[in-house]
């Protein structure tokens, strides 16, 4: 049973399109986050939900919007899709509080061509 | 500025050598650590969770120590075997426990040769 689980793993497409990776927890956490690994292979935060609630949202373009249902998923929509949005995103949970690390999801690698 | 160092980025050692690298942070409004270990085509893992001046952590073979007040963690491994070849990441909380970043280092890549 995968505890993070995002889809696609790989993602190619053209520019200007418009694409979404969903991620799900079956962990019971309450939080989750979006990170994007970017050239340097560094990990950076984009965004992160609470309950559903917008917690953190970091400096990225409009063009990324992420979307709650509930609790349990996360979605990264992007919208005109660039060169420079390739990248590895990956997805996170953790139960506040907890004192546990972030549980990550196995990332989605976008290429857009 | 949030920002989060780790030295050496790189280190190669033979298997049974012990090791250990380093993770520096500004010290002000401290509120956690993580560290984690990356493997190859894996997703990162959450070894430990650090929080207080001292803590000192172990698992296994591998162990970890926090001195906030200078603002460095170090992670030990003792006796590396091959499995340990990783990227071990460390990373700081910055802001509340409820609606912190956690704000990642570049890593540390292992390789421990047989």
């Known amino acids: 049973d995968t505890a993070v689980s995002q889809t696609p793993k790989y993602l190619v497409t053209q520019m200007g399109n418009d694409k979404s990776i969903k991620c799900e927890q079956n962990l019971g956490h309450d939080t989750m986050y979006w990170y994007k690994q970017d050239s340097k292979k560094f990990l950076k935060i984009m965004f992160s ?40 995103y990956f997805c996170a949970s953790r139960q506040r509080d907890s004192g546990r690390g972030y549980t990550f999801g196995s990332g989605t690698r976008l290429t857009v061509v | 500025i949030l920002n989060v160092e780790q030295s050496p980025q790189s280190l190669h050692v033979q298997e049974g050598d012990s090791t250990n690298f380093t993770c520096s942070f500004p010290s002000s409004n401290f509120y956690a650590l993580h560290w984690y270990r990356w493997e190859t085509a894996k997703s990162p893992e959450a070894l430990f969770v650090m929080t207080l001046n001292g803590d000192e952590k172990k698992k296994g073979r591998i162990s970890a120590t926090l001195n906030t007040k200078e603002g460095y963690s170090y992670l030990y491994i003792k006796g590396s075997q091959p499995e340990d070849s990783a990227t071990y990441l460390c990373a700081r909380i910055y802001g509340s426990s409820n609606t912190g970043k956690l704000i990642f280092g570049q890593g540390t890549t292992l390789q421990v040769k047989p």
């Open chain 1, 49 to 88: 939900y609470n309950n559903k609630e917008l917690i953190i949202n970091e400096t990225v373009p409009n063009r990324f919007s992420p979307k709650s249902p509930d609790k349990a998923h996360l979605n990264l929509h992007i919208n005109s899709l660039e060169l420079g949005d390739s990248a590895v």
